[in-house]
């Protein structure tokens, strides 16, 4: 364990290095808020408002993960209370006023993971905007000195699962829905 956390050190100080990049902090600062509950949830309540048919239904699907998917990022961080790199790692830039909570798994990466991957099974050309986007989040808190690797790395893979889990299921959540309205 001690080699693998050695090993995330230096790739997030390899990372976290560029911080006082101008460009690169513009950046990260902005795309990291694709994955925070702010810019998700909104997403999501404006597609379902634009979208019908099946496109709705993957809609639908995302949000549920979105919030299915912040459950077990809560009990993880609960159970596996990891601090944050900026308080253990000397060298570690960050921004003003950051996260206190536990790091892992990073909730930021779970939620975009979780809200992306239904859009990618029902459309896989969308994968190609899509999970680049993703990765930028994940990247976007390493580099911000908020998330070790592993932290992302989890956070990808939960959102993922999450994603998939309930899209695979989206036709009875669907009908759920509808049956719960109607009656």
């Known amino acids: 364990m001690h080699t693998i956390y050695g090993f995330e050190c230096r790739v997030l100080l390899q990372v976290n290095r560029h911080f006082d990049k101008k460009l690169l902090n513009l950046f990260s600062r902005t795309v990291t808020n694709l994955g925070g509950a702010d810019i998700t949830i909104a997403a999501a309540f404006h597609l379902i408002l634009l979208s019908s048919g099946e496109a709705k239904l993957t809609v639908i699907a995302s949000g549920l993960a979105l919030a299915a998917s912040h459950i077990p990022v809560h009990m993880i961080k609960q159970l596996f209370p990891r601090k944050r790199p900026y308080l253990m790692i000397v ?14 798994p990073s909730g930021h990466t779970t939620a975009i993971f979780s ?13 190609f905007v899509l999970i680049p986007l993703g990765l930028c989040v994940g990247i976007s808190r390493i580099y911000l000195g908020l998330h070790y690797p592993l932290d992302v790395l989890a ?6 699962i999450t994603g998939e889990k309930v899209f695979k299921s989206r036709s009875f959540t669907w009908n759920c829905i509808i049956n719960h309205i109607v009656y």
């Open 115 to 127: 809200v992306v991957t239904p859009y990618v099974l029902f459309n896989p050309q969308l994968a």
């Open 155 to 160: 956070g990808g893979i939960l959102g993922a």
């Open 91 to 104: 060298e570690t830039k960050f921004p003003a006023n950051p996260l206190q909570d536990h790091s892992f």
